[in-house]
């Protein structure tokens, strides 16, 4: 038995494939080193020689699903396991990849990594503390982990957390909770549980690693906020349960990090092309007595104020009894026909999406048959263990059990789907367990249910993607999320839940997205206009919009104090620019949805901070209030009251042009942009081609139709566009039936030579208006050339082969 006085001394016991395994000399202690691609390498510390948990289902390298029981811990299958240099000399171990090179001190075990730089020399990215960097179970409790910390490093990542971007000094906790009405400038924990974060270097920021570990465990991470007079500067992870199981991954950039962390945990969902539309939503009609004639009165709306909108959010309200909300029970007395209220919404262009919740209210009418098959987390008797709800005590679904996943299923289809309804709002699901007499069936060997709440989030979304794919085959199914975990992304799209109506709110909520955006989630939004609290008003709700319409998710939501909705048309003098700004994104929905398409293919990030996009770029790392959508397009929403124009830096290594006049502005240069409601400030990448829809209005767009580009020529040189493109609900194109739309447009200082690819006949090319250089087209016939609605808008034709 080890001595508490003396630290582990690991030997190497054995080298296979990818896999290199230390065992402590005088005790059980196993590590096991796994290198699994050139920026990846993998380290797992068992003090007690096995797995406290066998299976992870965070890991799914490039796949879309894992198995019901999930993935052997130790299954390298999905990984390249390339070659790799191993030196050991009894004291000292080292492995080194192309990207990577791992230095371990055999007594005591402490780790040192480093990253080849831009020059190919070896630079040291990180460090284990130097004493007592793992606990080896002297204290019996969770697994920890202490890093040196070097001043001046910059954190981002963890999912969506409150404040600013950069967590150093901060202290964290990942447990998921329902936190409605936070403050998004400091309520933590949240809604997500993904313990995953990316360092910038102190000396180079554009130097970047990332760090994930594999727990469902409730744990927190130490950003500087801790200090110890004996172990000098250091940040931390630190984990309720399971093992230390932590994957290191070389960059260099921010955004090679997430790429690699994306694969890692699973293919994005590649969700249907009307899940990038405006969708509207409400507490208040649902929780009306007349709800189906509310829901009626917001298609009157939206055809009343020329709006488009295509999917909406179903809230709760549908499933009452009295006061009390029951998952999978229609109300007839608020929807006295389903079917015919599904129906007339599919007939209006708008798909609903049904909010459903994991927990069984004890009075709920499928309780008893839940309770006698065994569905719930129980106590060691098989009873229901009870637990504080939204509107009074029940029971969670266990989806570790595969009988509840059938079940949970089953009503999905039955309740749902066969009703009409086209996607599920997996809401409530952060399963607040706090009792330790609960039990996971985790598949056949029970487990505290404490330990496996991320996973029974993951396997809810999961059971309901699976329903919606059995109920439609051929569709690619769309399905939302409030909570979540890594790997969430191959499932689901989400929203950073339940937020609080003030300014602030829209700063920090775009934060949260990109920290979303970091971590692997980029398919998300927040609750435009806000949530709980006050109404806006008419300011604060265009204000809201207009940086709303940039996140792939968007959509307007409330439950506001004074019972009113967070309708576009509710502030009359601010409708003329919300219906703007909706238009607007309209316009941008092809560029959304090939990036949407690039999450799913390259896992590319869609939202980016500056610091992602421009790393050689020190003023970047600002903690400001812009954003990329793309690489091509900088978002500066304004979020404060009463502001007129926005001064925004533009970024250095490149030209920029304003977007909606085009004027150009060098890279490094301060521009003053003007700030109407309807009028984000944004710029965009000199020379970018951007995909747009040429009728903004129509939200339902089919494949071929309505599509053109909107370019901003340089001065001398081309410009490249490239756009995916399908039926927009299928999955066909997994079998070729898609389009790669292609445009080049070459700039000499006397003309422009456009060059499209395109399958149809025609397609109309923008320009900004005071772009005034003659244009000739290869293969086509341009047939108008005319100035309209402040762009300069191209008509070609193809012409006919002889």
């Not at 080896?136 to 001043?151: E, I, S």
């Not at 749902?416 to 985790?442: K, R």
Request: charged share 25%; proline share 7%.
């Amino acid at each position: 038995m080890r001595s508490l006085a003396a630290p582990p001394h690991f030997v190497l016991s054995a080298r296979a494939r990818g896999l290199v395994t230390l065992n402590e000399a005088d005790g059980s202690a196993v590590v096991h080193l796994a290198v699994l691609e050139e920026d990846l390498i993998r380290v797992v510390v068992l003090p007690r020689g096995g797995f406290d948990l066998a299976r992870t289902w965070a890991i799914a390298p490039g796949e879309t699903d894992v198995a019901d029981d999930g993935r052997d811990r130790l299954d390298l299958s999905g990984f390249a396991c390339p070659d790799f240099q191993l030196v050991e000399d009894g004291r000292n171990l080292t492995l080194e990849t192309a990207q990577l090179r791992l230095s371990v001190a055999l007594k005591g075990f402490f780790c040192r990594w480093e990253m080849r730089d831009r020059s190919g020399a070896w630079r040291e990215i990180a460090r284990d503390r130097p004493t007592q960097a793992y606990d080896f179970d002297y204290w019996a409790r969770g697994p920890r982990h202490y890093l040196r910390r070097t001043p001046g490093e910059r954190y981002v990542g963890l999912g969506e957390r409150a404040g600013p971007m950069d967590r150093a000094g901060g202290l964290y906790r990942l447990n998921n909770v329902d936190a409605m009405g936070y403050d998004a400038a400091s309520s933590d924990p949240l809604y997500k549980h993904i313990p995953f974060y990316i360092t910038l270097g102190a000396d180079d920021p554009a130097r970047a690693f990332g760090l994930f570990y594999d727990t469902l465990a409730d744990c927190t991470f130490d950003f500087g906020r801790e200090r110890s007079n004996y172990h000098g500067l250091y940040r931390s992870f630190a984990a309720e349960a399971g093992d230390l199981d932590y994957y290191v991954i070389a960059g260099p950039s921010v955004l090679d990090v997430t790429r690699r962390f994306t694969w890692l945990t699973g293919r994005p969902i590649f969700t249907p092309r009307w899940g990038l539309g405006y969708s509207g939503s409400t507490m208040s009609y649902t929780d009306a007595p007349d709800a189906q004639a509310q829901m009626a009165r917001f298609l009157e709306g939206l055809a009343a104020h020329d709006l488009p909108c295509s999917s909406f959010h179903l809230s709760s309200g549908y499933t009452s009894i009295g006061p009390r909300r029951y998952v999978f029970h229609w109300n007839r007395e608020k929807f006295p026909d389903p079917k015919g209220f599904t129906a007339s919404y599919e007939a209006a262009g708008v798909k609903l999406c049904a909010n459903i919740k994991p927990c069984l209210l004890d009075d709920h009418p499928l309780f008893g048959e839940a309770r006698d098959q065994g569905l719930f987390i129980a106590d060691a008797a098989g009873e229901p263990v009870m637990t504080q709800f939204w509107d009074g005590l029940g029971a969670y679904l266990d989806f570790t059990n595969p009988a509840t996943r059938t079940w949970w299923k089953a009503q999905v289809t039955t309740q749902l789907l066969e009703v009409g309804i086209a996607a599920t709002w997996n809401d409530n699901n952060e399963f607040e367990v706090v009792s330790p007499q609960a039990q996971a069936a985790m598949n056949g060997q029970p487990r505290a249910a404490i330990e496996t709440k991320p996973l029974q989030t993951l396997l809810m979304m999961r059971a309901s993607a699976q329903a919606q794919r059995a109920h439609s085959p051929g569709e690619r199914p769309f399905l939302v999320s409030r909570a979540g975990v890594a790997g969430m992304q191959r499932y689901v799209q989400t929203w950073s839940g339940d937020n609080y109506t003030a300014w602030g709110t829209i700063r920090f909520n775009q934060k949260m997205g990109l920290g979303l955006a970091l971590s692997g989630v980029s398919n998300s939004g927040h609750d435009v206009g806000g949530f709980a609290g006050p109404a806006p008003d008419a300011e604060l709700l265009a204000r809201w919009v207009a940086a709303g319409i940039f996140q792939p998710r968007f959509s307007i939501h409330s439950w506001n104090d004074d019972g009113s909705v967070n309708e576009p048309w509710m502030h009359p003098e601010a409708t003329p620019a919300v219906r703007a700004l909706i238009r607007l994104r309209g316009l941008l929905e092809p560029l959304l949805y090939d990036l949407l398409f690039r999450h799913h293919r390259d896992f590319e990030v869609i939202t980016r901070p500056l610091f992602a996009q421009f790393p050689d770029d020190p003023a970047c790392l600002a903690d400001g209030d812009e954003m990329m959508l793309g690489p091509d397009l900088l978002v500066a929403p304004v979020m404060d009251p009463g502001v007129t124009e926005r001064i925004v830096r533009a970024p250095a290594g490149c030209d920029w042009r304003e977007f909606w006049s085009g004027a150009r502005t060098p890279g490094g240069a301060e521009v003053t942009l003007p700030a109407p409601w309807d009028q984000p400030p944004l710029l965009v990448r000199d020379g970018a081609a951007l995909p747009i829809s040429t009728d903004p209005r129509n939200p339902r767009r089919r494949r071929l139709e309505s599509f053109g580009w909107l370019v901003f020529p340089r001065e001398q040189g081309e410009s490249l566009g490239e756009a995916f493109d399908d039926d927009g609900v299928t999955e066909a194109w997994r079998d070729g039936d898609f389009s790669l739309r292609r445009l080049r447009l070459t700039a000499t200082s006397e003309d422009l030579e456009i060059a499209p690819e395109d399958p149809t006949e025609r397609i109309e090319v923008w320009l900004p208006a005071k772009e005034q250089r003659p244009a000739r087209a290869l293969g086509w016939r341009i047939t108008a050339d005319q100035t309209q609605s402040g762009r300069r808008r191209l008509i070609l034709e193809r012409i006919a082969p002889v």
